[in-house]
């Protein structure tokens, strides 16, 4: 299970993996962002959820600064993709219950308990199942 941020705090998948590898390689928040040209409190906001997700120009100077390449900078990419904490699902042309499904859980996703959040990412992550054939007849 995902470890969860205290009550109030609005921290995104991205924030805590970048939290986490400043934290790896001893690098201070106040250096790491002198070190990109941003504001102490922008690369705080940006690990604390307060701002939308970074740009990917800020998502590769990140990697240079922390000396990751390969998976590991494809890795926090695809985290920043997934870290806006304001997302829009544009259901036209889907079915009406995969708009359903997407309204119920923008109604319910702040109520919904820590383990069944686990369950649904596991099912929304697991590869799709391949296309049914149709048997000759």
Not at 10 to 15: K, S, Y
Not at 112 to 117: G, M, N, V, W, Y
């Amino acid at each position: 299970m995902t470890p969860r941020p205290g009550k109030g705090d609005r921290v995104t998948p991205f924030g805590i993996r970048l939290r986490q590898l400043r934290g790896e390689r001893g690098i201070s928040l106040k250096d790491m962002a002198e070190a990109l040209g941003v504001s102490a409190a922008y690369l705080s906001a940006l690990e604390h959820g307060r701002r939308g997700r970074p740009t990917h120009a800020m998502v590769v100077a990140i990697c240079a600064q922390l000396n990751i390449i390969w998976d590991e900078a494809d890795e926090l990419l695809r985290l920043a993709r997934l870290s806006h904490p304001r997302v829009t699902v544009d259901t036209q042309g889907l079915t009406p219950e995969a708009t359903e499904l997407a309204n119920l859980l923008a109604e319910r996703i702040r109520k919904l308990p820590a383990e069944r959040i686990d369950r649904l990412l596991e099912l929304v992550k697991a590869p799709p199942a391949p296309p049914r054939r149709r048997g000759r007849r």
